[in-house]
Structure formats: C-alpha cells, structure tokens
C-alpha cells in the first residue's frame, strides 16, 4: 500500500506540546538534526524526541522497508501558504533531489482549528481533511500537495522521513 492514514495516532495534548515547541524553538529543525546541541534545557528536546519515537515503529511498519529514520520537523502554514505539488525524493523533473534515499514520509496533523488546508495526493479525488493527531504515512515518491488552511488561520504539521537503512542503500 502506498499511502496509510492513522487516525488519533498522538493525543491532543502530545500535539499541542509539539505546537508549542515550535513556536519557542522556530529553528527545531536544525537542532534535531544535530541533537539538542547547545540547549540549556533539553527537556523540549527530549519531549519531541519521546513523541517521535511513539509513532515512528508504525510509521516504519507501513514503509515496509528497511528504513531509519532522515528528518523530522514541524512546519507551520499560515492562510496564505500551502505545500505545492511535488514528491520528496525527486525533482519536478523526476531526478534525484537532495534527498534522494528517502523511501517513506509522514505527516501528522497537530492541529485542525482551520477551514480548509486539505492533504491531497495527484489525484483530485484523493484528499484528506485530517483532525488533531491523525497521521497520514505514504511512500515518497508520490506526488502531494496541500492548499492553504483558510483566512487567518494556521496548521501545524509534524513531518518524518525515513531513508534507506545504511545497508540497503550501499
């Protein structure tokens, strides 16, 4: 199966810490990518991590892939942004992008108090208004996209990617 969606996969208040980080840590990206690095109070920290190691054997077990986890971050859509169609191990142009061992990605909902925001995948028919802690897991190769959440109004969205484990991808 290409595509999964969880439903309740973290409970609201799970979602609502992750907000939370985020809006005090706006560069959480990089600081997952290099640990908690510099951080006085790596509680945060740990909080995030403990989240994302709940979900990530499920999110692993749909990939049906022996695959580790890449990245991880929350993004934060305002009423005017969207995610524009596209795949996340490949270019426009189906080349490898700067990604290219990602096999699996997910993305899970941390909030809905927005109108509109739907997760959707290349075909029209295929899309998805997701709630607080739903998750949807698919491969990366498929295209998808989401339009914005609606006048005023922000979603926030955990992402994860998984790559190739290092033994698969020599």
């Known amino acids: 199966m290409d595509r999964i969606i969880h439903k309740e996969i973290l409970s609201k208040d799970e979602c609502n810490k992750l907000i939370d980080i985020h809006k005090k840590w706006k560069s959480l990206k990089i600081v997952l990518e290099t640990g908690p690095g510099d951080v006085t109070d790596k509680t945060e920290y740990n909080i995030y991590m403990g989240i994302v190691n709940k979900i990530l054997p499920i999110i692993i077990k749909d990939s049906n892939i022996d ?11 305002n009423y005017k942004e969207h995610c524009p169609l596209h795949r996340d191990n490949l270019t426009s142009d189906s080349k490898p992008n700067h990604t290219p061992n990602r096999v699996w990605s997910a993305s899970v909902m941390l909030n809905n108090n927005y109108t509109n925001g739907y997760f959707k995948f290349h075909r029209p028919d295929e899309q998805y208004k997701l709630n607080t802690g739903d998750m949807v897991s698919f491969n990366a190769n498929q295209y998808h996209s989401t339009n914005p959440p609606g ?13 190739l484990n290092d033994i698969q991808s020599n």
């Open 67 to 77: 695959s580790v986890l890449e990245n991880t971050t929350i993004m934060e859509y």
């Open 151 to 163: 006048y005023k109004t922000t979603r926030y969205v955990l992402l994860l990617w998984l790559g």
